[in-house]
C-alpha cells in the first residue's frame, strides 16, 4: 500500500493484529500521520507514521528506533502487515476493526 492508501483505509479506525494464531497488539490510526501502539497489557505509545522506500514507517515517543512495515489487504479485504526490520519476517494479521478509540489509562494509574 502506498502512504495514501494506507492512510485513507486505516484513518478513524482502531485495528486489532494477531500472529500465529494469538493476540499481538492493537493500534489506533489518528489524523497527521498519528498513532497510538498498545501490546494489549493496558500500556499505550504515542507515535507518527511516514513513508519511506514504499515502507510505512512509525517513531514512537519511547522507542528510539524507526519501525517499518509493509502492508497489504488479502483476499477478503483485511489487513496484514509485515515487519521489514526483522530477519524473522514478523507478519501480523488483522483480527478486529473497530471505530472506537483505544482505552489508554496511562502509566501507574491506580497505583
Do not use: H
Not at 31 to 48: A, E, K, S
Not at 50 to 58: D, K
Amino acid at each position: 500500500m502506498t502512504a495514501e492508501e494506507f492512510d485513507a483505509f486505516t484513518r478513524g479506525k482502531t485495528f486489532y493484529y494477531g500472529t500465529g494464531g494469538e493476540a499481538y497488539g492493537a493500534e489506533e490510526y489518528l489524523p497527521n500521520n498519528r498513532v497510538i501502539w498498545t501490546f494489549l497489557d493496558g500500556q499505550c505509545q504515542y507515535g507518527i507514521w511516514y513513508e519511506e522506500e514504499g515502507n510505512i514507517c512509525f517513531v514512537y515517543e519511547n522507542i528510539p528506533a524507526r519501525q517499518c512495515w509493509t502492508f497489504r489487504k488479502n483476499d477478503s479485504g483485511g489487513l496484514i502487515a509485515r515487519f521489514e526490520n526483522d530477519p524473522q519476517d514478523l507478519e501480523l494479521y488483522e483480527v478486529e476493526r473497530s471505530s472506537k478509540p483505544l482505552d489508554c489509562p496511562g502509566p501507574d494509574v491506580g497505583a
